[in-house]
C-alpha cells in the first residue's frame, strides 16, 4: 500500500528514543545492511521482509535521496513469500512418492524420507515460478517521533516493527486512547479520571 497514491488510511507509532546526531550515516549503513534480500528457490526461508524504495519493491539498492526527504525517512518495506497451492504440491508430491517407492521396490516410506520428499518437490515448484511480492510504505516523521504505516494488517504491523527495531535499535509503541494521552501528558486529576474509565459495550451480545 503506498503513501503517494489511493486512499491515505495508516497507522501510527510513537518512536521510543532519541536520534542520534550522526543519524544519516548511521541509520544508511542500517537501512543497506536490512534491505531486501529476494527470495530465491534454494532458500530454507518460506518469507521474508527487508527495506526497499517507498512505493518500489524491486529498488532494493537505496542511496540517500530516497531515503532521506526533508524531516522525514521514507522507506518501503517489502515482504516476498512463497505460495504454491496446496492441491498442486499434494499431487505432485504423490506423483514423486509412487515414483521413488517403484524405484525403491518399496511399499512405504519412512517419515524422514516422507518430508525429505516433500520439501524437494517444493523446490521444484519454487524454480518454476515466483514469491508473491508485497511493499507497504513507511513514513518517519523524526521531528514528531511518529511513524505512519500505511496498513492496518496485524502481521505486516508486526514485520515493521520488528525489522524497524533490528535496523535503528529503536521500538515502537501502536498509537492507541491509551498512548495517546500518555504522549500528550495528563494532569493528576485527568490521569486519575483516565484510570477509572470503564468500556461500554455498544454492541448487544449474542447468545
Same mark, same amino acid.
Given at each position: 500500500?503506498?503513501?503517494?497514491?489511493?486512499?491515505?488510511?495508516y497507522?501510527?507509532?510513537?518512536?521510543d528514543?532519541?536520534v542520534?546526531?550522526?543519524?544519516? !550515516?548511521?541509520?544508511m549503513r542500517?537501512?543497506? #545492511?536490512?534491505?531486501m534480500?529476494?527470495?530465491e528457490?534454494?532458500?530454507?526461508?518460506?518469507?521474508?521482509?527487508g527495506?526497499?524504495?517507498?512505493a518500489?519493491?524491486?529498488?532494493?539498492e537505496?542511496?540517500?535521496?530516497? &531515503?532521506?526527504?526533508?524531516e522525514?525517512? &521514507?522507506?518501503?518495506?517489502r515482504?516476498?513469500?512463497w505460495?504454491?497451492?496446496g492441491?498442486?504440491?499434494?499431487?505432485?508430491?504423490?506423483?514423486?512418492?509412487?515414483?521413488y517407492?517403484?524405484? $525403491?521396490?518399496?511399499?512405504?516410506l519412512g517419515?524422514?524420507?516422507?518430508? !525429505?520428499l516433500k520439501?524437494?518437490?517444493?523446490?521444484?515448484?519454487?524454480?518454476?515460478?515466483?514469491?508473491?511480492?508485497?511493499?507497504?510504505?513507511?513514513?518517519?516523521s523524526?521531528?514528531?517521533?511518529?511513524v505512519?504505516?500505511?496498513?492496518?494488517?496485524?502481521?505486516?504491523?508486526?514485520?515493521?516493527t520488528? #525489522?524497524?527495531h533490528?535496523?535503528?535499535?529503536?521500538?515502537?509503541?501502536a498509537e492507541?486512547?491509551?498512548? #495517546?494521552?500518555?504522549r500528550?501528558g #495528563?494532569? $493528576?486529576?485527568?490521569?486519575?479520571?483516565?484510570?477509572?474509565i470503564?468500556s461500554?459495550?455498544?454492541?448487544k451480545?449474542v447468545?
Amino acid at each position: 500500500m503506498s503513501a503517494l497514491r489511493g486512499s491515505l488510511t495508516y497507522a501510527r507509532f510513537f518512536v521510543d528514543g532519541d536520534v542520534p546526531d550522526d543519524f544519516r !550515516e548511521k541509520y544508511m549503513r542500517a537501512i543497506r #545492511l536490512r534491505a531486501m534480500k529476494p527470495l530465491e528457490a534454494d532458500d530454507d526461508d518460506l518469507e521474508r521482509s527487508g527495506w526497499c524504495k517507498l512505493a518500489e519493491p524491486f529498488e532494493i539498492e537505496l542511496r540517500y535521496d530516497d &531515503v532521506f526527504y526533508n524531516e522525514f525517512i &521514507v522507506l518501503g518495506i517489502r515482504t516476498d513469500r512463497w505460495q504454491i497451492p496446496g492441491p498442486m504440491l499434494k499431487a505432485r508430491v504423490r506423483e514423486a512418492e509412487a515414483a521413488y517407492l517403484e524405484k $525403491k521396490g518399496r511399499e512405504k516410506l519412512g517419515r524422514k524420507e516422507r518430508a !525429505e520428499l516433500k520439501e524437494t518437490v517444493a523446490r521444484k515448484l519454487r524454480k518454476q515460478t515466483a514469491p508473491a511480492t508485497r511493499e507497504v510504505d513507511v513514513a518517519w516523521s523524526l521531528n514528531e517521533g511518529i511513524v505512519r504505516f500505511f496498513s492496518h494488517a496485524e502481521k505486516a504491523a508486526g514485520n515493521m516493527t520488528e #525489522l524497524f527495531h533490528k535496523t535503528f535499535g529503536l521500538h515502537l509503541i501502536a498509537e492507541s486512547p491509551y498512548t #495517546l494521552a500518555d504522549r500528550i501528558g #495528563l494532569s $493528576k486529576p485527568q490521569q486519575s479520571s483516565w484510570q477509572e474509565i470503564e468500556s461500554t459495550v455498544l454492541a448487544k451480545e449474542v447468545v
